[in-house]
């Protein structure tokens, strides 16, 4: 299962913010709903005290009063009903809803309780003081109370405001931590991009400039297995190159020793086929020994580091003129469309294998009579080589294979199936590339090398 190194970050840092969103919310609740209550409770009472200064004595007899300002103050557009109730000590009515119930208890203090009234919740207040008159004292308890309307709208626009800004601050700090994220991993993504793309053969050490502290670690260690890699494949060419060179003088001394011994006159048939298979032998172990060495040489060229003019035209010239007899000795139309003088940046010796090696082949798989042609022009920024045979061209099952070292498409004709892995890291280390496609007649194959063009 793969896990998202932002998003696990992101987690890290919402979470706490969102426990931090949720907590002051509720805070934000609490206190919408206390001042709510509060402010309820205190026109509750002003009520209730208004009422209550309105009770008086009228010929020795209670008579309560109820002026229309004490019920005014509650007028709202959500319409809440209020109640009222006066009675004399605790059972005597004196006006208001016989049905709005007392408190459990009474005390000299304004009492605030929840009760109902016909089905409906009700929010009340009883608040009780005690009349004079000719030494005579009664207590007098004023109760008002009404429905939660109000209350609740109240509540909902002193909270909602908050709820909204909370969820505001919420987004906000989501995308603020997005876009520092996209910035602060961008430089992982150039050191991933930075490894990801480099060539097989591409062994220098990762930058580390501008890097997080928190990524040189990783990168020392990436660096520690390049310099090993190096080493190795730098020892690994080196063997090879050493050997090739080694082998090239026994292998001449032995193609003269055969010469030498051809022309003998008392050597019999056996004899005679044996020299002639020794010899071809030999040829076939020089041109793989040669083969070696060039791949060694190229593999061993930086990529885009040959800072040299080739006239790559003028190469193309003269390979052909070199495998003109090849191309007569099978009866092939070998020819060449060149633009004049194609300047690209490289080594001419390098150069001059890549094209040596693309036209050899296509004469090799090219059959008898058939076509050859190369061609050189520029495109943009590049120089385009192109060589274009009818030949059988190459099985779709072997495409995948044919840049392989020592892989031949076939057996029936000689090569060492080193030729295109030359020409692709030739192509490479000049920072071009190679790439092959059937021919548009569908008869024969295209191999097109683009390289940069030479820049003054």
């Known amino acids: 299962m793969m896990h998202s190194l932002r998003a696990r970050l992101l987690g890290w840092l919402l979470v706490p913010v969102a426990v931090f969103v949720l907590v002051t919310g509720q805070m934000s609740y609490d206190a919408a709903r206390e001042t709510a209550g509060l402010l309820q409770d205190n026109a ?10 309105e009770v008086d004595w009228e010929n020795g007899v209670l ?21 009222y109730r006066v009675v004399k000590g605790r059972a005597g009515l004196l006006g208001g809803n016989p049905g709005l119930a007392l408190p459990t208890h009474a005390t000299p203090r304004p009492v605030f309780y929840e009760t109902t009234l016909d089905g409906r919740p009700i929010r009340a207040v009883a608040y009780e003081r005690e009349l004079y008159d000719s030494g005579a004292t009664e207590p007098v308890t004023v109760i008002v109370g009404k429905t939660q309307a109000s209350y609740r709208a109240m509540l909902e626009n002193l909270w909602r405001p908050q709820l909204v800004r909370q969820g505001l601050m919420l987004a906000l700090v989501v995308a603020l931590v997005l876009l520092g994220l996209t910035f602060e991993l961008r430089p992982l993504i150039r050191l991933k991009d930075d490894v990801a793309d480099r060539d097989a053969l591409q062994l220098e050490p990762v930058r580390i400039e501008r890097l997080p502290s928190e990524l040189r670690p990783v990168v020392d260690a990436i660096n520690q297995c390049i310099a090993r890699l190096k080493l190795h494949a730098t020892t690994q060419r080196k063997f090879i190159a050493d050997a090739a060179h080694q082998l090239r003088t026994p292998l001449a001394l032995l193609g003269a020793q055969i010469e030498c011994a051809r022309p003998c006159g ?30 060694a040489q190229a593999e061993s060229s930086p990529p885009g580091r040959i800072p040299v003019r080739v006239d790559l035209a003028a190469v193309v010239s003269c390979v052909l003129e070199e495998l003109v007899v090849a191309a007569q000795r099978r009866q092939i139309d070998l020819g060449a469309e060149l633009t004049g003088t194609v300047s690209v940046t490289g080594s001419e010796t390098l150069l001059t294998a890549l094209v040596t090696n693309l036209v050899d082949n296509a004469i090799r798989y090219t059959q008898e009579g058939g076509r050859v042609t190369a061609t050189c022009r520029e495109e943009g920024d590049e120089v385009v080589l192109q060589v ?19 892989y031949r498409g076939g057996t029936d004709v000689e090569g060492t199936g080193l030729g295109l892995s030359i020409v692709r890291e030739i192509a490479h280390s000049h920072g071009g590339t190679v790439a092959f496609r059937p021919h548009a007649e569908q008869v024969g194959l295209v191999v097109t090398v683009r390289l940069p063009i030479w820049r003054d």
Not at 44 to 53: C, D, N, Q, W
């Open 63 to 83: 008579v309560a009063r109820v002026p229309p300002a004490a019920l005014e103050m509650f007028e709202s557009p959500d319409q809440d009903q209020v109640f």
């Open 266 to 295: 008392h050597c019999g048939p056996l004899l005679t086929e044996a020299l002639a298979g020794i010899r071809r032998s030999s040829g076939k172990m020089t041109e793989m020994t040669n083969q070696l060495l060039l791949l």
């Open 44 to 53: 509750l009472l002003a009520s209730a005290r208004i009422i209550g200064e």
């Open 388 to 406: 274009i045979d009818n030949g059988p061209g190459i099985p779709a099952e072997a495409r995948a294979h044919v840049f392989e070292r020592f």
